[in-house]
Every structure is written in structure tokens, then in C-alpha cells.
């Protein structure tokens, strides 16, 4: 056990938390201790001298990414509950996939922050349900190669999908107005260059660019890192958002039922540096939802710019 | 032997200063992430096949599920009827069934149909999402169903016969192998059943294990296991792997090997070259043709426990996105967006509401839905629903008007609240409440009114055809219900 440091990475504490926390402290009488790393499960005496080891095969990412995916993972939108955020995306998405289905029988979406394909295979399912006579092309792209990777071979059959591997801050391999939809959920707040982000999902959309971002009453934006990714998490202002979006027509905002509490946000940013925890404002905190439509669509979607100013955003 | 197991931070370890963050997570989804990646690694062979790249593949004897997919297969295509059932008991995510269809696309055999049994949840959604929502429409092993089913009280299983049972005991396991095969083989739930059992055995006698997922477990005797089928008057054969993955297990003193186990209730002869010997045969150690590949602890690459290579199929390749978007321009200004479905119900969102939403530092605030209750899901909810997409999606409104009236049982003052805010809007003054008695009537008046008001109301049945109204009332009352036979009796009418 001579190099401590690189042998025994620290790893940032994640679901669930554990009172076991407090008695560690003070030694742990000859036991063991399970540490689960990136491919190995290692048993550890109080010297931290190995034990006992066990392979995974397996990379790291995989581990980290999907060993909760499946929790969470829906296969039906008459499944979901009405109350997830992932309820109220693909509803609206729906939405907007009916309204295409009056003009035409095919759509074409571009999802930034794609992760498996889920919503793909919810979509599928809810136009299948409903009888909407009309195809789905659906393009994704996600910044992890190794999702993509793993979308790629579970999808390999499928025509109608793919996944490319980039930053959803810059879509410069597709050109303008390339896709009749494009969405994203929660996804543009932990992007690299928020302000280019949003700008270039409008400009490849042809008709409108949903996303579902999460956004504060505060006066000004602000940034907190996420407990288990190592990400920056900007959340905006109503303000920011219009400053980020040059080529804006509209946009509506509205809000969706979820809120933060508190001790849930501690719990999801780290406690050692409490530095930036004053900037979270948890109960501020909302995901809500922008359109931004294209210029045709304005008139027919209803979209009154008296409406881009909700009473209860600055 | 005491193991601590769980997330959270170790400080001062034995009088050091070093920390020690860690991370945990149910052992299910351990085991599970890992049968994942065996998916997905099946999986891209069987693209390399498809694409013609690969037309064999030979395994260099690391994937216990390459193999259980090649026994399988032999079971599965020497069937006496055309098709066969299989039944996945203990499944995770599928890789024995993904190991199974490489085999099946190498060498046609007949149509294959399987159910799985899962221990948790998150494995029948997991086998849902891959086998059934994402696959190819030539596929001819066919997921039908992904359900919870925990040893040993889903058996005996019930099927038609001369179904298979694969009970998978690799990961997740089993005290008592041989209850098992009783419980299945007394019963005749199956008539002619067949048997396989990939589970981990000792020899001479059981021995207590842990394994590096904390289960504490008892390896059974192969002895005691091959007793039992002969004892029961089954024929079979079995095949041993001694020390295969014993890392899985903390350190013990023992015999230990993997056992795959076939029986049936008649000779079934099995190809011997895979190392299978009949169960009243010498105990020795089979597997002569099959390498066991000693996991190197510095061998991290899964790719390796197979002998071809893994080529690349193309996968990686992007279309010209230029062209592609091309292919599919068109003028959105030239449609017509006035349609009966063009319109955008904004006023439906703007029931997400929130209270006290001005209070910024307010730790509580009362969601309004749909309804005062704050659930989407009510009656009132529904009703409210209905009246705002009447315009721009009759079926959707049509749909939220029936499951709101069998939310309420049919009840007529509830009826008669829900039809009257339909119409009107939130009712402003209490509603008669009509003179039945039997609840037998209630479902035809209900449904007798609810056609009527949708009519008067001017949505629904003005735009829908009969059979669009009939599925509707099938999705939102339950193909079977009493509520929808009535309600196509009316439409019929």
C-alpha cells in the first residue's frame, strides 16, 4: 500500500446516503470494507490492505451511467405518472408531433442529450397508442462516447434513429433548419457554452426548439456543481435566456410542477466546499418550459407575446 | 466475517488521514450492469452478422452466456413440436436470450417464444426496453413477456408443452437446486417440460459462501443435485466447469465448480462434444472442450473473452447530414396549419400552476393541477382536460371524458356533476342528482349521457368515426369491462 493517494482515488459520495458515515470515523473493528470503483468491487481490511478482489469487465462509464438508468427507465407513456418532469416533456412534445401530423406525415427531431433513446421509444409509443398516422426520424447526440456507443449497438436495427457523439453547444455538422423539431430536456443547463447552445438548437430547427431547463426567480443566473458528475449546473433567469436566443421569434414560458426543497439540494452538491452553496436558492429553483417557434408557426400556435411575461418572473 | 457495505465517507481509517469516499448501489443492479454490457457485446455481433462481416464465432471460453446461448439453441431447435416456449426464470437483463438469438440468426431453427421471470423490477423494465422495444422485425425469438417472478414461489411453472425452463442461478442464487427441480417435475404444469439449471455447486457437501455482492449463500452438492433427478426419474446430462469465476466469492476452503444441468422427463440426447455427461455417469470434470479463460486481474478488456474480433460494422459512420436533411426539406409556410389539430392549447398548461410563487422564499408551495387536489388523474381532472383539447384534439377529449366518467364508477350524481362542467364549466350550482337505483343501470345511462353530451357539446362524436370511439371506450374502461360492451352496444346502435 505505498502510493495511498493513487491507489485509493477518492470518489465522490453518491445515492444513498449512509449514517454509516458518522461510525466510520472511528475505525471499523477488524472488518471489511466493499469499495466499489470504476471495474472492481475491492475488499479492504482497517489497513486498507486488499483483501479480496473481483473483476468487472467492464469500463468505467458504463458503471457510472446505467447503473441507475434502468430505475427510472419507462417503456410506455400511459406509464408514466403526470407528475414527472419526463411526463410533462413528452407531452409537449406530443403536442407539437400533432401538430405536424395535420401537414405531414413524417417528422424529423433532433433530441440534444439523447442518453439511450428513451424518449424515442416513448414517443414511438405514444403516437402508436394514439393512432397518429405519421414517422418519426429521430437523430440524437450526446456528448459521452460511450453512450453513444452503447445507443448505437442497442438501436442498431432500428432506421429511423441515430446518435452521433458531440456537444450539444455547438451543431455545426447539421445545417440550418435541418430538423423540424429539436428538444431537450434539462439538458442545455449543463452544457459547455449555454448562450451558443440555445442559439444553435434554434437554428437548426425549421419549425420550433422545445426545451425544459431549470430556471430561478433570482435576479441573476447562477452556477452549482453537481454531486456525482463533476458538472456545472447553470440555472437562468427568464433574462438570460431571451439575451442567449439572438434569432428568437417567440417563446412562451411556463412553469411545471416541480420544485427543489432544500435538504434535496444539499444532498446533490458537495458539502465539503460550502462556498457555493450560498448561491442555491433551492426553493427558487423551477423547471419550466420554453417554445421558441419559428416564424410560421407563431400565428397558428396561439403564441401572444403578452404571454412572455408571466406576472410571477422578473 | 463482518462486511460493511454501503455508501459514505471513511475518515481517519486506522489512524491514518486518508479518506475513502465510496459509492454502493443495490447488488441486483451490480450484477445487472454487468449482464448489460454481455448484451450489448452479443448484440454487436449479431450486427457483424447481419452485415455479413463475421459468419462464425467461437468462444475462447470467458462468457458462461455464450455458452448457456449455444446449449439453449441445441435445445431449442431439436424440439419435436415447430415451436417451442422458453421460459427465463431469474433473468436480468437478457443476456442468455441475446447470446440465444446469435445463434438463432447463425442457424435458422424454429420460432421461439419466451416470458421472463425477474427477481426485481427493474429487470423485467430493463428486458422490456431491450428485447422488445428495440429489435429487429426479422427477429424470430420473440420476448412475450417480462414479469416479477421470484424463486422458488413461481414454480412450478405453467406452459404448453414440451416448454423449456432455463433457470439461471449464475449471479443470483439458490439454496436449494434440487427443491427447485422437484417443485417443477412433480407437478404437471407442464406436460413434458425440459430443464436446464445453470447454477454453482459444490463437491461432497454444501458449502456456506459470500459472495463480493454480500448475498451469503450455500453452494449445493452436484451430488446431492443428481440424486435428486434420479430419484425423480429424469434423464439428462450435465456439464462442469470447475472454478469458474470463484473470484465472485470471498475466499473459501472447497471443491467449487459452475454446473449447467439439462433434464427432461426422456432421453434427450445433447451434442457431447460441448463436455456433457449423462447424470448417471462418473462425477469427474468436464469441459474438455471448452478453455476456461483465467480472468487475468489486469485484463480489463471484456472484448477478449470472445476469439474473433470485434469488427467494426459501420456503426460509427454518420450519414451526410446535408443530404439528409435535403432529403426531407419541405416549405412550412406553404401548409395549411388551420386545421382542427393546428391549434395549440396553451390554456391547458397554463393549469400547471403554482402558488405562492412570488414568495421566493417560501419553502412550501401548493401545486394546483388540474384539479384542487393537485392530481392529474381525478375525474374533475380529466373532465377539465377534455374541455380544453376539445378543439384541437377531439380523440384525446373524447378519451378524457370516458376515463373520467370510469373513474367515477359510473355513479350518476358524479355523472351528472362531470356532463354538466362540460358543458358548462365549473359548476356554479349543485347538480340533481338522477333517480336510479340499480347499479346495473348506472353504466347505460352514464354512457347514454356521455354520448349525448358529447354530441351537444360539439366535439367527439361529430368528428369521430364509430370505430374510433369504440377503441377509445376499450382503452379507457379495459377491453374486457362490462363499461365497454356497453358502450359499443350504444355506438352499434
Known amino acids: 500500500m505505498s ?57 468505467e462509464g458504463y458503471f457510472h451511467q446505467f447503473r441507475h438508468y434502468f430505475r427510472y427507465f419507462g417503456t410506455r407513456f400511459h406509464d408514466l405518472h403526470p407528475n414527472q418532469i419526463k411526463f410533462k416533456f413528452l407531452f409537449h412534445v406530443l403536442a407539437l408531433v400533432r401538430k405536424v401530423a395535420a401537414v405531414r406525415k413524417r417528422v424529423s427531431i433532433l433530441e440534444i442529450g ?98 425544459i431547463l431549470m430556471t430561478t426567480l433570482k435576479e441573476e443566473p447562477f452556477v452549482m456543481r453537481h454531486a456525482m458528475y463533476d458538472i456545472q449546473t447553470k440555472v437562468f433567469t427568464a433574462k438570460s435566456l431571451k439575451r442567449g436566443l439572438k434569432a428568437r421569434r417567440a417563446f412562451w414560458v411556463y412553469e411545471l410542477s416541480k420544485f427543489w426543497s432544500q435538504a434535496y439540494v444539499k444532498d446533490r452538491t458537495d458539502g465539503s466546499d460550502g462556498s457555493h452553496l450560498d448561491a ?25 407575446e403578452s404571454r412572455v411575461e408571466p406576472e410571477t418572473l422578473p | ?48 452478422v447481419a452485415a455479413g462481416i463475421i459468419s462464425s464465432v467461437r468462444p475462447s471460453g470467458g462468457s458462461i452466456y455464450f455458452l448457456l446461448g449455444t446449449v439453449l439453441h441445441q435445445l431449442l431447435s431439436g424440439a419435436k413440436h415447430g415451436e417451442r416456449d422458453l421460459f427465463l426464470v431469474n433473468a436480468s437483463f437478457g443476456p442468455a436470450l441475446e447470446a440465444l438469438k446469435l445463434f438463432v440468426q447463425l442457424q435458422a431453427t424454429n420460432r421461439i417464444k419466451v416470458t421472463a421471470l425477474c427477481q426485481h423490477s427493474e429487470y423485467a423494465r430493463g428486458l422490456t426496453v431491450l428485447h422488445r422495444s428495440i429489435e429487429a422485425p426479422d427477429n424470430l425469438v420473440t420476448l412475450d413477456a417480462a414479469r416479477l417472478g421470484i424463486l422458488p414461489d413461481c414454480l412450478p411453472l405453467a406452459g404448453p408443452p414440451n416448454s423449456l425452463i432455463f433457470i439461471d442461478l449464475f449471479k443470483q442464487m439458490h439454496d436449494d437446486v434440487a427443491e427447485l427441480i422437484r417443485r417443477q417435475f412433480e407437478s404437471d404444469a407442464v406436460a413434458e417440460p425440459g430443464l436446464m439449471i445453470a447454477a454453482r455447486v459444490s463437491f461432497g457437501h454444501p458449502i456456506p459462501v459470500q459472495n463480493v455482492l454480500n448475498d451469503k449463500n450455500v453452494l449445493a452438492s452436484v451430488e446431492d443435485i443428481i440424486e435428486s433427478c434420479l430419484s425423480l426419474g429424469l434423464h439428462g446430462s450435465y456439464l462442469l466447469l470447475e472454478d469458474f469465476d470463484r473470484s465472485f466469492f470471498l475466499p473459501f476452503d472447497g471443491r467449487y465448480a459452475l454446473m449447467v444441468l439439462c433434464v427432461f422427463t426422456e432421453p434427450t440426447p445433447l451434442n457431447a462434444a460441448l463436455g456433457f455427461r449423462p447424470l448417471d455417469a462418473p462425477l469427474e470434470s468436464a469441459g474438455r472442450d471448452l478453455v476456461v479463460f483465467q480472468r487475468k486481474e489486469t485484463d480489463r478488456n471484456y472484448d477478449l473473452w470472445f476469439d474473433a ?14 443530404q439528409w436533411a435535403d432529403d426531407r426539406a419541405w416549405d412550412p409556410s406553404n401548409a395549411d396549419w388551420t386545421g382542427g389539430a393546428a391549434r395549440y392549447d396553451v390554456e391547458l398548461f397554463s393549469y400547471h400552476t403554482i402558488t405562492g410563487k412570488n414568495d421566493v422564499n417560501a419553502r412550501v408551495r401548493r401545486i394546483l393541477s388540474l384539479d384542487e387536489s393537485g392530481s392529474h388523474a381525478s375525474a374533475f381532472g380529466h373532465m377539465m382536460m377534455a374541455r380544453l383539447l376539445a378543439s384541437s384534439d377531439p380523440a384525446a377529449s373524447v378519451y378524457a371524458v370516458l376515463k373520467g366518467i370510469d373513474l367515477v364508477d359510473s355513479e350518476p350524481g358524479a355523472v351528472a356533476f362531470l356532463l354538466a362542467f362540460l358543458r358548462d364549466g365549473p359548476a356554479s350550482q349543485p347538480v340533481e342528482k338522477p333517480r336510479l337505483t340499480e347499479e346495473s343501470e348506472w353504466d347505460r345511462a352514464a354512457l347514454t349521457d ?10 367527439g362524436p361529430v368528428f369521430l368515426a364509430a370505430e374510433r370511439l369504440a377503441k377509445l371506450g376499450e382503452r379507457a374502461f379495459g377491453a374486457e369491462s362490462r363499461r365497454h360492451k356497453i358502450f359499443q352496444e350504444l355506438l352499434d346502435s
Not at chain 1, 397508442?129 to 450526446?142: A, F, K, N, T
Open chain 2, 1 to 48: 466475517m463482518k462486511v460493511w457495505r454501503g455508501a459514505g465517507t471513511f475518515t481517519r481509517l486506522a489512524g491514518t488521514d486518508r479518506t475513502i469516499h465510496f459509492e454502493a448501489m443495490p447488488p441486483h443492479l451490480a450484477k445487472g450492469t454487468t449482464d448489460l454490457y454481455e448484451v450489448v457485446l452479443f448484440r454487436r455481433l449479431r450486427s457483424a
Open chain 1, 3 to 59: 502510493d495511498t493517494k493513487s491507489e485509493l482515488e477518492v470518489i465522490q459520495t453518491a445515492w444513498p446516503r449512509s449514517p454509516l458515515s458518522e461510525r466510520e470515523s472511528r475505525g471499523n473493528n477488524g472488518a471489511l470494507i466493499a469499495i466499489e470503483r470504476n471495474n472492481a468491487i475491492e475488499y479492504r481490511d482497517e489497513t486498507g490492505a486488499l483483501y479480496h478482489q473481483y473483476q468487472l469487465p467492464m469500463t
Open chain 1, 114 to 211: 439523447v442518453t439511450l433513446g428513451e424518449n424515442y421509444l416513448l414517443l414511438r409509443d405514444a403516437i402508436r397508442s394514439e393512432g397518429l398516422e405519421i414517422d418519426i426520424d429521430y437523430v440524437g447526440i450526446d456528448n459521452d462516447g460511450r453512450v453513444v456507443a452503447l445507443a448505437r449497438e442497442l438501436h442498431a436495427h432500428d432506421r429511423n434513429f441515430w446518435i452521433v457523439n458531440g456537444d450539444g453547444s455547438d451543431l455545426g455538422r447539421f445545417a440550418d433548419n435541418s430538423f423540424d423539431l429539436v428538444v431537450s430536456n434539462t439538458v442545455h443547463n449543463i452544457l459547455t457554452d449555454h448562450d451558443k447552445a440555445l442559439g444553435e438548437a434554434f437554428r437548426v430547427a425549421r419549425l420550433a426548439f422545445f426545451a
Open chain 2, 450 to 459: 356521455v354520448l349525448r353530451a358529447l354530441r351537444e357539446s360539439g366535439f
Open chain 2, 309 to 322: 474480433e470485434m469488427p467494426e460494422v459501420g456503426l460509427e459512420d454518420e450519414p451526410d447530414w446535408k
Open chain 1, 280 to 304: 442555491v436558492d433551492a426553493p427558487s429553483i423551477r423547471w419550466t418550459g420554453w417554445i421558441f417557434a419559428k416564424e410560421h408557426l407563431l400565428p397558428e400556435m396561439n403564441l401572444l
